[in-house]
């Protein structure tokens, strides 16, 4: 990864796949079913496909946010190797412009700074994934759609080193991209934000058949899935929400099929409303499970039914989960219960060797600088991002800090010689009051609060401060803030 920052990002283009040349020098893209014609000099809808020379380029190859490791659940994926490292990465721009998207300093192209932009290789990704024992890349964050070629690059040569790659998407995507896709993509973790074409419409800018047609695609051809919606306040968090997306999950995928319903926090165009209420989400769930889906899971809450996995035959808890971490208890290595056999579809990745827990000397010869965090009402997760500034190795000691003044114990990461790297510590137990980071001289580093699990931060509190306000980031989109009330009266009207 190339970490040097400032650079105009937008002046260097690539070919781009999917593309269409027709008469005057225009071109079309079929990455997405906007299907955007574009003229010379031009982008289209995502700002990062453009038209240059009469050729079809991305602007955003290799280009993207901080790549950051992370745990599986993060994704909502609940049933495919709990608790498994990844290694997210997201770029820049999107197919869609949802008024309530969490990223959208990122996904909307224009609100994109150049100290954000970070520059990798296929190989430079490979080589972080291996070097740090992760054997999952996720492509995530504001979309995997519009980075599709520098995905398909990647994903070949982390398939060739025995690695697995997971996308997390909300798939507005054409059939010709799900068919490059397939060959290289293990895990689909798709946003299905509605069942209404007038809630996509209105919403998202995009619509819904060709999301629900790519979802029924990948799960017709083998992969492995998972379905996620975001319960909005007030516009989608309702029964009738719940009652069509598990109708429709039931009747084109299977009951097996995992089904997250996600809380929902203010931010975007629409910051001025509340969190989801949890007794909202809980009903939702108990209507799908009545409905006949087998799991069904709630996503951004703790110390709430509805994250944990029992078995559905002998009720034995099978994979406990508290926040973004999670441990397996009761399944065998087929990912069955391991007290009465049945089958709990599940996937599981042989066992990895995590490092055994290790010593560190405060009055050691080496001089630290202590960082401590403490978990404030919805903060429950952050992401530390350090940067070792010297020639040779440096090791940086994580631990957790108890109610009990007990600690747990440290965990260490090494980092190369002029390593930049960004990992999640999220709240592992009720009674956590939050994480110690030990530096060693010539390791800089910054925290940024992570309000969701799909949220990406890119102001540090070194930046901006601790958040006063855990309900939606400090730095907020300045624009009109009336698109909630717009979206409430369309939905009452309905």
Partial sequence: MDTTKNKNWTLESSP?????ILPGGAVKCHLSPRNCVIQEGKVGFCKVRGNRGGRLVTLNYGKGVHSTEETIETEAVFHFAPGERI??????????????????????AKYVTDKDVYYYTPEQVVETALKHGIRVISWTYNDPVVWHEFILDTAKLAKEAGLINLYKSAFFISEEAIDELLPVIDIFSISLKSISPEYYRKVTTGWVEPVLAGIKKVYDAGKYVEVSTLMVTDISDDEDTARKISQWVLDELGPEVPLHFVRFHPDYKMSNSIRTPVDRLLKAREVARGMGVEHVYLGNVNDVEGTNTSCNNCNALLVTRYGLNAEIIGLDSKGCCSQCGHDAHFKLLGEYEASAPVEVLEDGLTPYQKRKFEWHGDIVSLHAQVLNTE???????????????LNSPWKSLTLRPHESYRFIIAKARIDETG????????????????????????????EIGIS???????????????????????????
């Fill in 16 to 20: 781009a796949k999917l593309e269409e």
């Fill in 435 to 462: 994480p110690e980071v030990w530096l060693p001289e010539g390791v800089n580093s910054n925290l940024h609060e992570v309000f969701d699990r799909a949220h990406f931060p890119t102001e540090s509190i070194e």
């Fill in 468 to 494: 006063q306000n855990d309900i939606t980031p400090t730095i907020g989109y300045e624009g009109k803030q009336n698109m909630y009330e717009q979206v409430i009266k369309l939905v009452s009207q309905a």
């Fill in 391 to 405: 020639d040779f190795e440096q090791t940086v000691y994580l631990r957790r800090n108890y109610t009990d003044g």
């Fill in 87 to 108: 290694l997210s990465l997201g770029n820049i721009g999107c197919m869609l412009n949802c008024g309530y998207c969490h990223n959208w300093k990122t996904s909307q």
